[in-house]
């Protein structure tokens, strides 16, 4: 099963306007990450919040964490257009006995000029 | 350099080709991945190499068979895939002690005819 769910799955905003995804998740984790990926492209690594951390901020974007509700949000301040593309939440789980990162199914931001 | 280059860009093939995805980084990363994404979908994991050495299987059918031949190359080989084996492959390195943090090629398109 997924480690990691987001929602909505899909979201169209105007630019400007901010954006909220949500990512929740099952297991203990160590780390959660926010990856993006534009279309047909490899996904890049936006943020890694680690599992003490409750918030974290990058230039426009804004982590946070609550593991006693095991969720994450991405919020993306004052959108461009540019910032239309998938965004994955990640996590590495501690109860596997691999140690790999899970990538959630994604929302597709759309960005209208 | 965080460029992890991926060629070819587009492969066609058929069924009963034989054919390589090549994938290379010069960022001095022990660890490296292959992942299969169908559309619309996340990154789903088929193999780590960690120090050159396979060390994640993800139960992938034999017909797709990775080779690290060094620090800097990956390689998958393909033989006798099927049409359902479509999709985007996307290569990835990371530091060993840093897998949450991975670094992404732009992929190659693979169409099975």
């Known amino acids: 099963s997924q480690q990691g769910e987001e929602d909505p799955q899909a979201l169209s905003i105007q630019e400007g306007e901010n954006a909220t995804m949500n990512c929740s998740y099952k297991t203990s984790i160590n780390n959660l990450q926010w990856y993006r990926q534009n279309s047909g492209r490899g996904l890049v690594h936006l943020i890694l919040i680690r599992s003490n951390e409750r918030e974290k901020h990058s230039g426009r974007l804004r982590v946070t964490l609550d593991t006693s509700k095991k969720s994450s949000s991405l919020l993306i301040t004052a959108s461009r257009a540019a910032d239309t593309a998938s965004y994955f939440c990640a996590t590495d789980a501690t109860l596997t006995s691999y140690d790999k990162v899970i990538f959630g199914p994604g929302t597709s931001l759309s960005v209208i000029p | 350099d965080t460029e992890v280059t991926q060629t070819p860009k587009h492969l066609v093939m058929g069924m009963t080709n034989k054919k390589s995805l090549k994938c290379e980084q010069h960022?001095?990363?022990?660890?490296m991945y292959w992942y299969k994404q169908k559309a619309k979908k996340p990154p789903e994991l088929m193999f780590v190499?960690?120090?050159?050495?396979?060390?994640i299987n993800e139960s992938v059918p034999s017909r797709f068979s990775p080779e690290c031949p060094n620090s800097s190359l990956l390689n998958l080989h393909l033989h006798a895939l099927q049409p359902e084996d479509s999709a985007l492959y996307l290569c990835a390195s990371s530091q060993v002690q840093k897998k949450n943090i991975q670094y992404f090629g732009a992929g190659t398109r693979l169409s099975v005819l």
């Open positions: 190499y960690s120090y050159e050495k396979l060390s």
């Open positions: 960022m001095g990363h022990r660890a």
